[in-house]
């Protein structure tokens, strides 16, 4: 596979459960990044990671918890989330020095 | 972080030129403009980027006078499928040695009409 991919695409949870959203990026790109886009809102950066590093934790609940292993893989742990947490949650990459993220397809979130 | 305005939405027609402006006066020396394309639950994608005169490339041109205070980009001969909301970007957040943090605006709604 080529480029910026998340699984799942599409996800229903209850408040009480805990699941994960994975990111992979095929590019060599050394900068990961967690956006959410609710409807009708511009993107939210959420998270940042240089080198595996996390850089920037945009104010973001602890009931979100990014976790990146390695340059390619990012995830994001979700537990106990609230309606309004519903959105959708993109997963981009970049070498570090640059301004030309690319974008995966996102993962589609309902709390029920 | 240079703040930018640009129109809330657009119409077109296929076939026709269109041209999206976006207004930075506050815009630095060290700044880049960038333009995002992004189209219904799907993640932005990258369209063009630049800093001075003119950029054009095989998706669109971006023009930018002298002053830097504005920028604007163009897409030739707009087709159904461009419909999709356009955002204009300038400047970010970047501590030493971290990743560059772009920041969304709301950007324009281009429609696209037959």
């Known amino acids: 596979e080529t480029g910026v991919t998340q699984t799942p695409r599409h996800l229903v949870m209850g408040m009480t459960n805990k699941k994960s959203l994975k990111c992979e990026q095929h590019l060599g790109h050394n900068a990961m990044y967690w956006y959410k886009q609710s409807a009708k809102k511009p993107l939210e950066l959420m998270f940042v990671?240089?080198?595996?590093?996390?850089?920037e934790n945009n104010s973001v609940p602890s009931r979100f918890s990014p976790e990146c292993p390695n340059s390619s893989h990012l995830f994001l742990h979700l537990h106990t989330l609230q309606p309004e947490d519903s959105a959708l949650y993109l997963c981009a990459s970049s070498q570090v020095q640059e301004r030309e993220y690319v974008f995966g397809p996102g993962t589609r979130l309902t709390v029920l | 972080l240079a703040k930018t305005t640009q129109p809330i939405s657009m119409d077109s027609y296929e076939g026709q030129e269109v041209n999206i402006t976006c207004s930075h006066n506050n815009i630095a020396t060290n700044d880049y403009i960038t333009w995002y394309q992004q189209f219904p639950s799907q993640g932005p994608r990258f369209i063009i980027q630049?800093?001075?005169t003119k950029v054009t490339n095989e998706v669109a041109s971006l023009f930018i006078p002298a002053d830097r205070k504005s920028s604007t980009l163009s897409l030739p001969r707009v087709s159904l499928s461009d419909t999709a909301v356009y955002y204009c970007l300038v400047g970010d957040r970047r501590s030493s040695g971290s990743a560059r943090q772009l920041t969304f605006g709301s950007g324009t709604q281009l429609t696209v009409l037959p």
């Open positions: 990671y240089n080198f595996k590093e996390q850089t």
């Open positions: 630049g800093y001075k």
